[in-house]
């Protein structure tokens, strides 16, 4: 018997084959749109995933303005930010960040979704949110995918 036929490949930096695709997040509920796509960023979906690399695709979302929350956790949901110093706790409403910057919306909810160490930091580089239905990322010839509605 060959037990060289049964060994496992992992992948590395150099084998993972990136690509770019674009998510449109239009009347997407937020919290199911993004566990999509944190898996595709961290690379789950291929069979080549390997958990310690960097082996998912650029993601590109656009249309970030038109995500959606269900039930009034838009206005009754509270999210919190400290900046590390006494009294800098600050409080917001996933409307009062929607009106400021819909982007960070859909980018505090990806984020958090990831690993919290330096490979989740590396993977969210690969993450491009745009409000509009435009994106600046045409030379990469980015694949269209849709998600289940």
Not at 17 to 40: M, P, Q, Y
Not at 91 to 108: C, I
Not at 110 to 125: Q, Y
Request: with cysteine; hydrophobic share 35%; net charge positive.
């Amino acid at each position: 018997m060959n037990t060289l036929s049964y060994k496992t490949i992992s992948a590395n930096k150099a084998t993972v084959k990136k690509e770019w695709v674009v998510i449109d997040a239009t009347n997407a509920v937020l919290g199911r749109f993004s566990s999509e796509v944190a898996s595709i960023l961290r690379g789950k979906n291929k069979a080549s995933y390997t958990p310690h690399v960097d082996c998912g695709d650029h993601v590109i979302v656009i249309n970030a303005d038109k995500v959606r929350m269900t039930g009034k956790k838009m206005t009754d949901r509270v999210l919190f930010f400290y900046s590390g110093y006494p009294g800098g706790q600050k409080e917001v409403t996933p409307a009062q960040m929607m009106a400021k910057d819909p982007t960070r919306m859909v980018e505090h909810a990806v984020k958090g979704m990831l690993p919290k160490n330096r490979l989740g930091r590396e993977i969210f580089r690969n993450l491009h949110v745009y409000s509009g239905n435009e994106h600046p990322h045409e030379a990469q010839m980015p694949k269209i995918i849709e998600l289940q509605k």
